[in-house]
């Protein structure tokens, strides 16, 4: 069965703004802090899922990965760089940057659930995606890389009420010397 995975760097204090300190926010930079061990690589334990599955990116998060993944040519970086890509944005026309990017042209819940039906959907980062998702109970899975950082303040993950639910824990696994891999599944 196809999963929709949401995959964000995110701190103690449930902040997933800014983690690498691209969008210049006061606190930004919290998770690359910790070195690049806890950031580099397949860090959210993808695997052959980015072979099969699709990446899923909002407008910031696209733009970000297409001006740093086209240039890597590990084994992850290539799939990365292979792996379909749709976009969610209003006002990108041209995604050419990042080869086999498509601007998603539907209702993006509507879009998710097409392909969902044909494979994987990854979500990594870009944070208004994952709340619509959350809003319509179309997020299957968690993998939620947790930093020893507490901020205050910053744009959080989980903020609407009306999508509280229960999860599952999959597995925790330390990543790095700081980070921690978890993984939730939605329940029932």
Same mark, same amino acid.
């Given at each position: =069965? ?56 909002? /407008? ?29 944005? /209003? ?29 994987? %959907? ?11 998702? =959350?809003?319509?109970?179309? %997020? ?22 009306? %999508? ?5 824990? %999959? ?18």
């Amino acid at each position: =069965m196809n999963r929709v995975i949401v995959n964000e760097f995110i701190t103690l204090d449930g902040v997933a703004e800014d983690p690498d300190g691209s969008a210049g926010t006061a606190a930004g930079g919290w998770a690359f802090r910790h070195g690049p061990e806890a950031v580099a690589g397949d860090k959210f334990k993808l695997g052959s899922r980015l072979d099969t599955g699709a990446l899923l990116l909002g /407008r910031g998060t696209w733009q970000l990965f297409s001006r740093l993944w086209p240039s890597r040519s590990d084994d992850f970086s290539t799939r990365m760089n292979t792996a379909p890509k749709w976009v969610v944005s /209003r006002t990108l026309t041209d995604v050419s940057a990042w080869s086999n990017s498509t601007v998603i042209g539907g209702e993006l819940t509507d879009e998710v659930r097409r392909l969902r039906g044909e494979r994987d %959907v990854i979500v990594i980062g870009s944070t208004s995606v994952v709340q619509t998702l =959350m809003e319509h109970d179309l %997020v299957d899975e968690y993998r939620l890389l947790v930093f020893p950082t507490v901020l205050g303040t910053g744009r959080r993950l989980f903020t609407d009420p009306a %999508v509280a639910r229960d999860l599952r824990l %999959v597995s925790v696994e330390q990543n790095g010397a700081a980070a921690l891999l978890l993984r939730y599944e939605k329940t029932g």
